[in-house]
């Protein structure tokens, strides 16, 4: 089992990280937003035993290898940890069960929205539960389906995303519904923006671009020198080409993989009109495209070819670090972003 000494918080942070911090159980309300081919046991351990909340990367993989990976990070780590699974992956259902057979202490629902039951069978098997929410009638039926906590993930973020920016979710969700905790996700890079969010009532942040550049990140050499290199301007979300083919949009920086993405696109609606495929057929061509492409950036290394999924606060980020530094940075800017607050305050009176 892996040891490694916690990055702590601070009496000054705690004014406004403990009710994430209890709900996470770790020192850090910092969770890992699970990225596929990325978030696999050697991060998410390392997350939490250095004091933030590591989320494990279910994708749609055989459920024997998520068992595995749930097993492996057990042997990694004893601090809590989450495991998020895909409402939309043929294989969601069974690690679903994964998770509850092997009592995880966290259930992360992403994709789509899970079913009432589904919520409860997480529940029941002694899980928090913590669902997305990108309106706020989803928030309300994601609350009244039984979630103990809410992820607000804007569209600056990377990956699969919503349409609708943080700044204006903040407005919608975060300031209407302050009966449960809610954990901010979505173009996050810095420890001042977490400690203003926790001002506003977050719970906590939950960053992925920000991880891909620690060190001990899996993510290949070259997938992480493009994001070195990259600009914010140059993450961008893929377009939906008809309403025959609801696509989840994905933010990625440029290259070859978004332009075949849009070519794959033409090619589905061709066949959904001929009746080669039905439309479930070619959204699970859409997401098979993705994770394989994913693959070939971020494990093998194709940049060119291969998808560079990346949220918009890849502008911001200059340096590869020791995860550790990465983490104390975060709260050496949040405690003394609060503190700059508090002398503004103080200033005005």
Not at 30 to 40: E, L, N, R, Y
Request: negative net charge.
């Amino acid at each position: 089992m892996g040891v490694q000494q916690l990055v702590r918080s601070t009496k000054r942070l705690d004014r406004i990280w403990s009710r994430g911090k209890d709900f996470l159980g770790s020192e850090l309300p910092i969770m890992c937003g699970a990225m596929t081919w990325i978030s696999d046991p050697k991060l998410v351990s390392l997350m939490s035993n250095m004091g933030a909340f590591g989320v494990l990367a279910a994708g749609n993989m055989p459920p024997e290898l998520f068992a595995d990976e749930v097993d492996k990070t057990f042997e990694l780590t004893a601090r809590p940890f989450a495991g998020n699974v895909i409402t939309i992956a043929p294989n969601y259902l069974e690690h679903l069960d994964i998770l509850c057979r092997k009592e995880v202490s966290h259930i992360v629902f992403a994709g789509s929205l899970p079913r009432g039951t589904e919520v409860r069978k997480a529940k029941e098997s002694g899980a928090k539960v913590l669902c997305f929410a990108s309106t706020s009638s989803i928030a309300k039926r994601m609350i009244s389906n039984g979630a103990d906590a809410l992820i607000l993930e804007g569209s600056e973020a990377g990956g699969h995303i919503g349409h609708v920016s943080t700044i204006v979710l903040l407005q919608e969700i975060l300031f209407n519904f302050p009966e449960i905790p809610i954990f901010v996700a979505g173009g996050i890079a810095t420890g001042r923006m977490i400690a203003h969010l926790g001002l506003m009532g977050a719970a906590g942040a939950q960053m992925g671009t920000r991880f891909v550049l620690a060190e001990e990140c899996g993510a290949h050499d070259r997938f992480k020198e493009v994001f070195l290199r990259a600009r914010a301007r140059e993450a961008i979300s893929t377009p939906q080409y008809s309403a025959k083919l609801p696509v989840v949009s994905v933010r990625a920086l440029n290259n070859h993989a978004m332009e075949h993405f849009g070519h794959l696109q033409l090619e589905l609606l061709e066949k959904l009109g001929s009746g080669e495929l039905t439309r479930s057929d070619a959204q699970f061509k859409v997401e098979e495209y993705w994770v394989g492409s994913l693959r070939d950036a971020a494990v093998e290394g194709d940049v060119e070819h291969g998808s560079l999924m990346a949220g918009q606060s890849v502008g911001i980020m200059n340096k590869v670090q020791p995860l550790r530094d990465i983490l104390q940075e975060l709260v050496d800017e949040a405690d003394d972003g609060l503190r700059k607050v508090e002398e503004k305050l103080a200033d005005s009176n």
